[in-house]
């Protein structure tokens, strides 16, 4: 990995779901962002978590803050919609959102397609919102609400740690949805070939950490290199060719001529 560049410099990898809060050094990995250059979504679990992410992150370059409400905690934060709607407006970025149907919580789904929804109605009326969304066992639902959400034409989504199947992902390609991969995901040989498919100009990187550990630590938004590299051999592109590709994915994402921060 070549050294750190300076506080200023443009961004060079991508961590476009990052639970940066979770982690006991918080404002070190912020900085790390900074100096490495990697733009990252730092996603949240409960829109009361939003004030002081924001706080911390405010003077970083390179880290942008995400409201969520985690479909796994619906069932204890239903009642924060109403912070979610109050903080709205003031994000650009809205995540961890989305549906979980694994045995944990298939119970809630009828409450998190109500949180859901009402989600991506707020999302759709204010306009120019950027999701990233969870669709564990549930992507054919995910893809019903964000089908119904895009017609509006307002938004943008991407698919987080997807692991629908070839034909649920052309789906999601149509409807304009994006896929951020994590290297955990690569590890499987079904996924490879399913991330093989998905189209190189919608493609982004994350970590999902601390969710994701890397030899039993916590991965870091710099270890998205490691999956630039895998993502850059998987389809037969040098690492450079490859993280300026996720690059320019990430500007049309965010619609940002090159050469503007992200
Ligand atoms: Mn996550």
């Not at 979610?84 to 944990?104: A, I, M, N, Q, T």
Request: aromatic share 6%; charged share 25%.
């Amino acid at each position: 990995m070549s050294p750190p560049q300076s506080a200023l410099s443009p961004a060079r990898w991508i961590d476009f779901h990052c639970h940066l809060d979770l982690y006991p050094n918080h404002r070190e990995l912020i900085a790390q962002c900074d100096a490495y250059g990697i733009a990252t979504v730092a996603v949240t679990t409960t829109p009361k978590a939003w004030p002081r992410n924001r706080e911390i992150a405010a003077g970083s370059k390179h880290v942008r803050v995400a409201l969520g409400l985690h479909p796994q905690l619906v069932t204890e934060r239903a009642h924060e919609i109403d912070e979610f709607e109050k903080h709205l407006p003031e994000s650009r970025y809205v995540g961890e959102v989305g549906l979980d149907g694994g045995p944990r919580y298939f119970r809630s789904l009828p409450r998190q397609r109500e949180i859901f929804g009402h989600v991506l109605t707020l999302c759709a009326s204010q306009g120019e919102k950027i999701l990233t969304v969870h669709s564990v066992r549930a992507v054919k639902d995910v893809l019903d609400m964000i089908e119904k959400y895009s017609a509006h034409g307002r938004g943008r989504v991407v698919l987080h740690w997807f692991t629908g199947t070839t034909a649920q992902a052309r789906r999601a390609t149509d409807i304009g949805c994006y896929f951020s991969i994590n290297g955990r995901m690569l590890d499987k040989p079904a996924n490879r070939a399913l991330v093989q498919s998905l189209p190189l100009e919608r493609l982004l990187t994350e970590t999902d950490g601390p969710f994701v550990t890397i030899g039993g630590r916590p991965a870091e938004p710099k270890d998205v290199a490691r999956t630039v590299a895998k993502l850059a051999s998987l389809r037969s592109l040098g690492e450079p060719e490859m993280a300026q590709q996720l690059l320019q994915n990430l500007r049309s994402l965010v619609s940002l001529p090159q050469g503007q921060s992200i």
